[in-house]
């Protein structure tokens, strides 16, 4: 009905942070299989936006030093223009989603796509993104091999994060 | 019924349940910043609704956006229309006047500032000047740990920065920033690798300067630049690494100051602490499991693939040649570790670079599940195995490994795997630098990623233990009836005794083979045999040498090398040589 206003097409895009290393190495480390760390970010508007250690931030779809996303998730369209959806963001940085709230099982990069996937379209992000902390941070207590990449993996998904957020909001880009 | 937009708040029709618009459904309205329920009739209008809403967010109506489902309510929409029903949440945003912008590049420059003003919320002791630690107390001490943290973010951010999305460098970094944790701390430092990577300042230099970020940074600050180029600074910096305890303490001091390098320490402290709740429960969950139950994966837990062999190694093995198995540098992560074991005598060669002891194969090792699925996905995704092999750490630290055999040795003894096992230690020890060697050796890794190089490998796994199973005693025989076609051995076999001039045990290089294997079986039968641990290649091949000599080739080391890598096989060695001429 409302075609006064356009419709903007949302897409989450989903990287794996360990380049198809979780794939191939997690049943051994965790036991049991482990597809991706994932790292989302949701492309609307022409650009990407990402929750990492420094807050809330944006870039050019696939501009990340990811690269290319491993997979596109199309969230459908949303009517929410750019002015409004900036708001939301900037109401969003000032609570929930401050740099200093990011943690990496709790509340990190998906966890920011999932709500604002929902807040735009309605729709929340595929289940196995959400779930991922939770199983890793189960196999990897569970399977108690200390010298592991898993939390390197981690690790490297959280500093990713941040590193990208950091390279976008400084002031000179 | 139809209020115009202007809010009529004398108007009860909205709030009474008695009005006569119909039940009464609960809508859970979110704003980023809250969440609250709101009773609303069913078919009420989004004028209506934002009545409500006005009233309990104290906002104006007008500053009300509502979104639902991705589309924006409007004014004169009903909630049913747009499927709104009890128990549903609505978005809201409630513009703020200077925000409500109608131009695109307002929103732009906002948000801009407003990205900024992420960092810099996020950090109160909001100073701009990152080097300044803002606590200020005394210069060099609070620097130290700045710049300590500097390394710990700020080297990540060096590997980063340089652009490689390549995530073995950036588990590299990863594990530099594990440093700073205490517990992993005194872990990794006790690794003569990683301080040896520590006691080099100029690499550290290097690493940090070469990331934009940083040179931004000095740039704004010059004094960044000095403390990066003063050496008893750095120096200083080291000792603070190895000094986990005194880190700590550091570090902690510096919560708010490292807020401020662009609010990446922030986050890292809190991974710090995440890493901490988790590493205590792994320790004990790790000598939980290797202490209690050894044997329960043994060769047989399909889930756990390299992990039953772990724990099988901790202990004493009616084989001596029980495989090793497993990791070699663990700390260079990943199964390739797991697959490149060098077990018993089998000294790795191309054709056989996992060394993988074809004797141990009774041993329930090779073929627990695990071990098989493991090779299975080696086998699938060479270009894993080419990624873990490239990594750029990889090689230095195989390189390092490889010059330095006691560091090597060393690693492996503080890998707890080999610590209850005296005798895995010696088996490792004797075959490491042939491994190292053989790690270096291009060809060697490029085997491990050629998917059917790995299965022939399989192959040659099953049909060694075939034959221990089948024919036992088949192995003295054989000795003097030279060798069936049977896969044995390197990629040799076929070809050895379809190339020696007789079948009989007089071929040298046959002999040699054949002793080799018997070395293999006597391993898997018990304590017979010789103790198969490696003569020198040089002694092993001394007949090929000669022969290869004879032909020719008197590059004694070129020679070696082919005959290592093709097992002895004269043939294959000379194809060696003679393709690989530039190498």
């Known amino acids: 009905m409302a075609q006064n206003n356009s419709s903007f097409p949302v897409q989450l895009y989903v990287y794996d942070l360990s380049r198809g290393m979780a ?18 970010g949701v492309v609307v508007h022409g650009k990407e936006f990402f929750f990492g250690g420094g807050g809330i931030a944006h870039c050019q779809p696939c501009g990340t030093v990811l690269g290319q996303p491993n997979s596109i998730v199309d969230l459908g369209y949303t009517e929410v223009n750019e002015d409004l959806f900036q708001e939301y963001l900037d109401s969003l940085a000032e609570s929930e989603y401050r740099g200093d709230k990011y943690n990496l099982f709790e509340h990190n990069c998906n966890t920011f796509s999932n709500d604002v996937a929902q807040f735009l379209t309605g729709k929340t ?10 199983e890793i941070l189960s196999r990897v207590l569970a399977s108690g091999s200390f010298a592991v990449p898993t939390p390197p993996l981690l690790l490297g998904w959280r500093l990713i994060e941040a590193d990208m957020t950091v390279e976008l909001s400084s002031p000179s880009s | 019924m139809a209020e115009q937009g202007a809010a009529d708040l004398g108007n009860n029709n909205n709030n009474k349940p008695e009005a006569s618009e119909g039940t009464i459904i609960k809508v859970t309205v979110k704003t980023p910043k809250d969440k609250e329920e709101i009773a609303i009739a069913e078919d009420a209008s989004v004028t209506q609704f934002k009545e409500e809403i006005s009233k309990r967010f104290k906002a104006k109506q007008d500053q009300l956006v509502l979104i639902f489902a991705g589309k924006i309510l409007k004014d004169g929409d009903s909630l049913s229309q747009h499927g709104i029903k009890d128990g549903l949440t609505v978005h809201l945003v409630i513009k703020t006047a200077h925000k409500a912008a109608d131009g695109g590049s307002t929103s732009a420059s906002s948000s801009t ?61 990863m594990q530099r920033q594990l440093m700073s944790n205490p517990e992993m701390l ?133 084989n001596p040649w029980g495989p090793p198995n497993s990791s070699n ?121 050629n998917p059917r190089a790995m299965q022939a490998l399989m192959q040659i796994q099953q ?16 000795m003097t009836s030279g060798i069936p076609g049977v896969p044995t ?49 040089e002694v092993r091949f001394q007949t090929q040498l000669d022969q290869l000599n004879a032909m020719g080739f008197i590059n004694r080391e070129a020679n070696l090398q082919a005959l290592i890598a093709t097992g002895g096989d004269i043939n294959a060695a000379i194809e060696r040589l003679l393709g690989s001429q530039p190498s």
């Open chain 2, 186 to 318: 005194s872990q990794i430092m006790e690794n003569p690798l990683v301080q040896n990577m520590m006691s080099n300042p100029d690499l550290m230099r290097q690493m940090i300067m070469a990331n934009p970020q940083m040179q931004q940074l000095m740039e704004r600050n010059p004094e960044i630049s000095h403390m990066l180029n003063n050496p008893e600074l750095m120096r200083q910096t080291m000792e603070l690494a190895r000094n986990p305890a005194m880190m700590q303490e550091m570090m902690r001091n510096q919560d708010r100051a490292l807020s401020n390098l662009e609010s990446i320490p922030g986050g890292y402290n809190a991974l710090r602490r995440m890493y901490t709740d988790i590493q205590e429960p792994m320790f004990s969950a790790a000598r939980e499991q290797f202490g209690n139950n050894p044997f329960s994966a043994l060769g047989g837990n399909s889930d756990s693939g390299a992990q039953p062999s772990r724990t099988e190694n901790r202990e004493p093995l009616p």
């Open chain 2, 489 to 537: 051995g390197g990629a040799v076999p076929s070809e050895n005794p379809a190339s020696s001039p007789s079948s009989a045990a007089t071929n040298p290089a046959q002999q040699q083979l054949m002793q080799q294997m018997l070395q293999m079986f006597a391993g898997g039968g018990g304590s017979g045999g010789g103790n198969g641990t490696s003569q020198t290649p």
């Open chain 2, 113 to 173: 500032s407003n990205q900024g003003g992420n960092s810099t919320t996020s950090s109160p002791a909001a100073n701009p000047a990152p080097t300044t630690v803002p606590t200020g107390s005394g210069h060099t001490p609070t620097q130290t740990p700045n710049i300590m943290s500097g390394f710990g973010d700020l080297a990540s951010l060096a590997g980063l920065g340089m652009g490689s999305a390549n995530f073995m460098e950036l588990q590299q970094q």
């Open chain 1, 23 to 40: 794939r191939e190495l997690s049943s051994l480390f965790l036991g049991r299989q482990v597809d991706g760390i994932w790292h989302t």
């Open chain 1, 125 to 134: 992000i595929p289940s196995y993104i959400t779930d991922l902390p939770s």
């Open chain 2, 463 to 478: 049909g060694l233990q075939m034959l221990q199973t089948e024919a036992p005693g088949l192995m003295p025989s054989l």
């Open chain 2, 329 to 449: 540098p663990s700390e260079s992560g990943g199964g390739t570790t797991g697959s490149t074991s060098t077990s018993g005598t089998t000294n790795p060669s191309v054709s056989n670079p996992l060394g993988v002891n074809p004797g141990s194969l009774g041993n329930g090792m090779f073929n627990s599940p695990g071990m098989q699925s493991l090779l299975q996905q080696i086998s699938e995704n060479p270009q894993l195995m080419q990624n873990m092999l490239s990594a750029p750490y990889m090689r230095s630290m195989m390189q390092s490994l490889a010059q330095n055999p006691e560091l090597a040795s060393q690693v492996m003894m503080n890998n707890p795997l080999f610590a209850g096992n005296p005798q895995l230690q010696e088996q490792f020890r004797s075959q490491l630098p042939i491994f190292l060697q053989q790690m270096q050796n291009p060809e060697a890794l490029s085997v491990m990623t």
